[in-house]
């Protein structure tokens, strides 16, 4: 897996966007930058991949730079129960393996 | 609404006991995870199964830890002789690995929080 690097910690203020960075400059070219979160006291949620293209669900965006050395998860409009811990994980698509999952980015949403 | 069940949610028990967390993964996913989250270590897998054999165990300490799949619908992991230093909170995923998909998308159950006093 290649290694991400994300910030330890973000506030951001209720109804605005939170746009959380990781940079991932060692991915390969057949690894997907996933992102997970984790809520307090539960397990881990899948959010969105993507592995070129800019990708958007019912979650969130993912924006993905043209050289994929660096990524942005965007939720467009957040709210206090988008206070979790982020992951964002750097995982080729070859085949069903285990996360490597870093210390991620706590996001903590303000009223 | 599919969703990975594991029981039990919560046990307490004493050093030296055994200890069996049990995992119901997503109906037709076909390979399943076994994680550990510790506030010092963050979340570290442990172990997984595709097609109900074992693929990668290396995570685990083997000579008290087991993991089985008796059957696709259900997987466990086992602590024998329990210590202190395996409270944790134990995580079960399950995933597909079909051919063409990007892989990596796994679905966590609520977790088996351990106590070993």
């Known amino acids: 897996d290649a290694k991400t690097t994300q910030p330890p910690s973000m506030d951001c203020a209720e109804g605005r966007a939170a746009n959380l960075p990781c940079n991932h400059s060692?991915?390969?070219?057949?690894?997907?930058v996933y992102w997970y979160r984790q809520i307090h006291s539960q397990g881990p949620q899948y959010i969105i991949h993507g592995l070129k293209n800019n990708e958007t669900n019912e979650m969130a965006s993912l924006i993905i730079t043209e050289d994929r050395k660096s990524s942005t998860l965007i939720l467009p409009h957040a709210t206090l129960r988008d206070t979790a811990v982020y992951y964002c994980i750097a995982r080729g698509g070859g085949g069903a393996d285990g996360l490597t999952f870093g210390k991620g980015t706590h996001l903590i949403i303000q009223p | 609404d599919a969703r990975v069940t594991q029981t039990p949610r919560h046990k307490v028990t004493e050093m030296g006991q055994e200890v069996t967390m049990r995992c119901q993964p997503i109906?037709?996913?076909?390979?399943v995870f076994w994680y550990r989250q510790t506030m010092m270590q963050g979340l570290e897998l442990l172990a997984y199964?595709?097609?109900?054999?074992?693929?990668?165990d290396s995570g685990m300490p083997k000579d008290r830890f087991s993991a089985e799949m008796p059957d696709a619908t259900l997987a466990t992991l086992k602590i024998q002789p329990s210590e202190p230093r395996d409270s944790a909170v134990y995580f079960c995923?399950?995933?597909?690995?079909?051919?063409?998909?990007?892989?990596?998308?796994?679905?966590f159950g609520a977790g088996t929080r351990l106590s070993v006093l």
């Open positions: 109906l037709g996913h076909n390979t």
């Open positions: 995923a399950s995933g597909s690995s079909g051919h063409g998909l990007a892989k990596n998308i796994q679905y």
């Open positions: 199964f595709r097609n109900r054999a074992p693929l990668d």
């Open positions: 060692t991915i390969s070219g057949n690894e997907y």
